[in-house]
Nanobody, 128 residues
Framework: QVPLVESGGGAAQAGGSLRLSCTTS????????LVWFRQAPGKAREGVAA????????YYSDLVKGRFTIRVDNAVGTLFLQMNSLKPEDTATYYC?????????????????????WGQGTQVAVSS
């Protein structure tokens, strides 16, 4: 199993952009889902975006739809999250995760309890 390692977090101003990266498993990408979650202090971990079954399906939280884009670069085995039009409420630690041989619908894909392996997270701080 490829270790999940996130990078790309940092500080941004509202309206700005950041791109997060995560080393991941192409097997999970081809047969299951690769997912970004986030967790703000004192809050539960919430699903942000998922890409499933070799990109056949992508799911976004309503909070980020239209602003964030999830994609995979097959050549380098990396999962990305492009975050545009950032808001202060996007401030959180962002985690990537994966699950192989699985074809969930949106609710399942973005539910933290369905994943067992997590990266160490990368922090995003958006100021107003």
């Amino acid at each position: 199993q490829v270790p999940l390692v996130e990078s790309g977090g940092g500080a941004a101003q509202a309206g700005g952009s950041l791109r997060l990266s995560c080393t991941t498993s192409l097997y999970a990408y081809n047969t299951g889902c690769l997912v970004w979650f986030r967790q703000a202090p004192g809050k539960a971990r919430e699903g942000v975006a998922a890409i499933c079954t070799h990109g056949t399906n992508t799911y976004y939280s309503d909070l980020v739809k239209g602003r964030f884009t999830i994609r995979v670069d097959n050549a380098v085995g990396t999962l990305f999250l492009q975050m545009n039009s950032l808001k202060p409420e996007d401030t959180a630690t962002y985690y990537c995760t994966e699950r192989s041989q699985w074809r969930p619908l949106k609710t399942g894909a973005l539910a933290a309890q369905n994943y067992a392996t997590w990266g160490q997270g990368t922090q995003v701080a958006v100021s107003s």
